[in-house]
């Protein structure tokens, strides 16, 4: 007995001696953690708004001295509403940021330089293909992390193609492909081939140019295009004119008409693809409520790297005034990290970055959202190049006069040497405008 009692005095002496306090049940007491504020602003939607709001509610319960207030606005009004807390050196402590606005808070001193959270490990990328983290760079650091992915690409119907005897589209398909199964499913089916990406042709045209190693802006001064040969312009609308002529090409008439998914040929089957973004694929094959498949954009002879890149769809950053940086970084964490947060995101703002969250997701998800994974998936295995710099002042108008030239081709107004003439003209003169 007297042994016991002097091995009870020496286990209290140590316990004294390494400062371990003792509560009333004699278990150690955690410190109580500073409570903190957080402010989350995004721009979105229902769904976007309901499934934020439960990965919200779900990081409080886990960190209870952290209370979230949240704002969110439609796009519209997001970005004004942003400008004016800025103004007042009031923003939120974690902001839904664009890829169009990054560079311009960055560059404002607005935002907090993320690196050292990321090299800590305070927010987590380990894996992550940097493909994905460049987006939210400027200057080499980083202002954002990309809350999802999009690629460009082509959904086609592939039992039109197997009634024109094509089982499927490879990867390494070209331009000449292109014109060849255009003509091939008209000519067996009737089904015709749209315009290159009616909403925005600069996409496509995009995608060529980008193989040959040329960018669509000046990559250094935004103040020019970032080609100066008009060949692969020409060649674009030549595709074009040719399946035209043969019959096998959607009238521009028909072709340029804004519609919904439910309106569209592609919904309807009168034409057999359709290209556009990934995160378009859902709402799109859904109007069309048919199997479909999703494929690359075909490839320019003598390509010199692929077209495809990855787009981040957003980011969450945190503002330069926050006085909770490392808070806000553990939030953004959680968000693009925690699997069960992901269960409930569902991939609504794009493919996630993280390795472990997709192979997660893609067992939850439908069929149809596993194709568009698998697809991520194909242009990260080597079918991808670096994203190019931000759009610069003035490409908006840009964009504009590239779609108005490319139906007065297609109307036969201009002819294709004409219509390079008149574009690469008058989207210089915008850019040097601009750039003043």
């Not at 995009?206 to 060649?235: C, E, H, V, Y």
């Amino acid at each position: 007995m007297k042994h016991l009692k002097s091995i009870v005095k020496i286990f209290v002496v140590l316990l004294v001696c390494v400062g371990m306090p003792l509560g009333a049940e004699g278990k150690q007491e955690a410190t109580p953690q500073k409570k903190v504020t957080l402010r989350l602003a995004w721009w979105g939607n229902p769904t976007r708004d309901e499934r934020t709001l439960k990965v919200v509610e779900m990081y409080m319960a886990q960190n209870p001295h952290v209370v979230i207030q949240t704002e969110t606005t439609g796009w519209a009004g997001y970005w004004d509403k942003l400008a004016s807390q800025a103004a007042a050196n009031d923003l939120p402590d974690i902001i839904q940021m664009d890829y169009a606005y990054i560079t311009q808070y960055a560059q404002k001193n607005l935002l907090a330089d993320l690196t050292p959270a990321v090299n800590a490990g305070l927010i987590n990328l380990k894996g992550v293909d940097d493909n994905f983290i460049v987006g939210g760079k400027v200057q080499g650091k980083i202002y954002g992390i990309s809350l999802g992915t999009n690629a460009w690409c082509i959904l086609y119907d592939p039992a039109i193609l197997k009634k024109a005897g094509i089982d499927t589209i490879k990867p390494t398909w070209t331009l000449e492909d292109y014109e060849k199964i255009a003509n091939q499913v008209y000519k067996a089916t009737g089904v015709k081939t749209p315009p290159f990406s009616t909403t925005d042709p600069k996409q496509a045209f995009d995608n060529m140019l980008r193989q040959t190693g040329d960018s669509f802006f000046d990559r250094a001064t935004g103040a020019s295009l970032g080609f100066t040969k008009p060949d692969l312009l020409i060649q674009f609308y030549e595709i074009q004119l040719r399946l035209l002529k043969s019959g096998a090409l959607v009238s521009p008439d028909e072709a340029f008409i804004t519609v919904t998914p439910q309106e569209s040929g592609f919904a309807k089957g009168t034409q057999w693809f359709v290209d556009l973004w990934s995160n378009q694929v859902i709402a799109t094959a859904s109007a069309a409520n048919r199997p479909v498949e999703i494929a690359l954009a075909p490839r320019i002879a003598n390509s010199k790297r692929p077209g495809t890149y990855f787009k981040p769809s957003m980011f969450f950053s945190v503002s330069n005034n926050s006085k909770n940086k490392e808070e806000a970084a553990k939030f953004i964490n959680f968000f693009v990290t925690n699997i069960e947060a992901n269960k409930v995101l569902l991939a609504e703002r794009g493919i996630p970055i993280i390795p472990a969250v997709r192979e997660e997701l893609k067992k939850v998800v439908d069929p149809l959202n596993k194709q568009v994974f698998e697809y991520i998936e194909l242009v990260g295995k080597g079918n991808n190049s670096p994203l190019d710099p931000a759009d610069p002042p003035g490409a908006g108008e840009v964009l504009k006069i590239f779609r108005s030239v490319d139906q007065e081709v297609l109307y036969g107004i201009l002819d294709p040497k004409a219509g390079a003439e008149k574009f690469m003209k008058q989207a210089n003169e915008i850019l040097a405008k601009n750039k003043k």
